[in-house]
């Protein structure tokens, strides 16, 4: 029997592009357990990425602020304070750097997300004033909750899975991955990885993106 599998999107299951590397799709479509995919993205993106795979919906989005499973929406952060920092950023002089069309944030209900080409200082400042925080995904900035996090999400979905957070395999990349990495019973992070998830994770891959999730998955089952 292979334990349930928590696994982050950007740099675990892409290509350094952040296009999926394809070789995914069948080994999570395959995976003998439950699969929850794990993202900063808004919750249209993993929930799209489980139908094209052909796997139940089960997801955290949004760096743990949304999730979804089995039928059970659940909503831990608010993006009413996170749109209070964007309105300090824009006054003083700043953009998140998406452009007109803003599609990292049009469908996204508890946090913000800030291009890398954005100034981060000003970012982080603003974000402590309104009690927020900021985490860097490796592929954009997050205004976040400090008390959410893929890791309390990863608890939440456990427990309406009726299995322990422990019985879980986690496998990520950066630091919106540490607190699912620290709750899962075993962990991996990719060659990638920055180093607050390699320092998180009990094992760091050999291979770099999904090359490393593929090498991880296959460890699992030996
Ligand atoms: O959306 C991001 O910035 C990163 O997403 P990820 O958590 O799937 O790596
Ligand atoms: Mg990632």
Not at 102 to 114: F, H, K, P
Not at 202 to 219: H, R, W
């Amino acid at each position: 029997m292979v334990p349930p599998l928590a696994v982050d999107i950007d740099g675990t299951l892409s290509r350094a592009d952040r296009s999926i590397d394809p070789r995914v799709l069948d080994a999570l479509r395959e995976w003998d357990a439950p699969v929850v995919i794990a993202t900063g993205k808004a919750l249209p993106f993993p929930v799209a990425l489980c139908q094209f795979v052909g796997i139940p919906e089960r997801v955290i989005a949004e760096n743990g602020g949304i999730s979804v499973v089995d039928d059970e929406l659940l909503v831990h952060g608010d993006r009413d304070a996170a749109d209070a920092v964007v309105r300090d950023y824009e006054e003083a002089g700043f953009d998140l750097g998406w452009g007109e069309l803003d599609l990292a944030n049009r469908w996204r209900e508890t946090e913000i997300a800030v291009s890398h080409d954005a100034p981060l200082d000003p970012l982080s400042a603003i974000a402590d004033d309104h009690g927020l925080e900021v985490v860097d995904t490796g592929f954009a900035y997050h205004v976040k909750s400090p008390t959410v996090s893929k890791g309390t999400a990863l608890t939440d979905v456990a427990e309406t899975l009726g299995v322990p957070p422990s019985s879980f395999v986690a496998i990520g990349d950066s630091e919106n991955d540490v607190g699912m990495l620290e709750r899962a019973g075993e962990s991996f992070a990719v060659a990638n990885a920055d180093e607050l998830a390699r320092r998180a994770a009990e094992t760091v891959t050999e291979g770099e993106y999904a090359d490393g999730f593929l090498e991880a998955i296959d460890a699992i089952r030996r």
